[in-house]
């Protein structure tokens, strides 16, 4: 079964620090693909970033990197100097072509507060 | 344009009305989607169009009745909803299925 595990029901950081949130899966697809994605209290949900199995480098976007480690099938986000408006509700969720025809699986989120 | 629009932002409805949520983008993208998120829990699939056909439903009551007339336009057409049916309701689109989603800003469902 696939499966999108987040730990991390709330975290707070400090304002300029950096932030790791966690986020480990499972899945028995070769192929699939990660992503990030926050949620402000507005309630979009806004595409942060995007890990492919296959790929061989970390993906980066400004402030937000995965930290992709396949064989732990892990797929952690990390936001670097943490700025007031990155409080929101972080999910993490995955996309695996064979056994879910692309279909998005989340994980519970995390809620991120950043305090100044 | 990037992005993608929902109308309305607010609904409020009784059990009886009959009510659609409408969602465009054109962003060229082929598969767009419906879902249903309660607050503080993750956003849950409705239903999947690829390339105008419904390719996907989440075994999503017969109240909830989507459409989708072009490959710009999603509808979601709402008759007898239920209170437990209150929720954000998000249109996403994607170039495939299998590509990074773009969602909406949703609608905010009210029933009473």
């Known amino acids: 079964a696939q499966k999108i595990t987040q730990t991390q029901p709330g975290m707070f950081v400090q304002e300029k620090e950096a932030v790791t949130l966690d986020c480990t899966y499972d899945?028995?697809?070769?192929?699939?693909?990660l992503f990030w994605y926050k949620q402000p209290s507005s309630g979009e949900m806004i595409f942060l970033i995007y890990?492919?199995?296959?790929?061989?480098q970390n993906a980066t976007e400004g402030r937000y990197s995965l930290n992709f480690q396949k064989a732990r099938k892990s797929a952690n986000l990390v936001i670097s100097a943490s700025q007031l408006g990155d409080s929101a509700m972080y999910f993490c969720a995955m996309s695996a072509v064979y056994n879910q025809g692309g279909k998005l699986i989340f994980g519970q989120g995390t809620e991120l507060s950043v305090k100044p | 344009d990037t992005e993608v629009t929902q109308t309305p932002k607010h609904l409020v409805m009784g059990m009886t009305n009959k009510k659609s949520l409408k969602c465009e983008q054109h962003m060229g993208h082929r598969a767009m989607y419906w879902y249903k998120q309660k607050a503080k829990k993750p956003p849950e699939l409705m239903f999947v169009y690829s390339y105008e056909k419904l390719s996907i439903n989440e075994s999503v009551p017969s109240r909830f009745s989507p459409e989708c007339p072009n490959s710009s336009l999603l509808n979601l057409h709402l008759h007898a909803l239920q209170p437990e049916d209150s929720a954000l309701y998000l249109c996403?689109?994607?170039?495939?299925?299998?590509?990074?989603?773009?969602f909406g800003p949703g609608t905010r469902l009210t029933v009473l």
């Open positions: 890990q492919g199995s296959y790929d061989q």
């Open positions: 996403a689109s994607s170039k495939r299925e299998i590509n990074e989603q773009f």
């Open positions: 899945t028995s697809d070769p192929s699939y693909g």
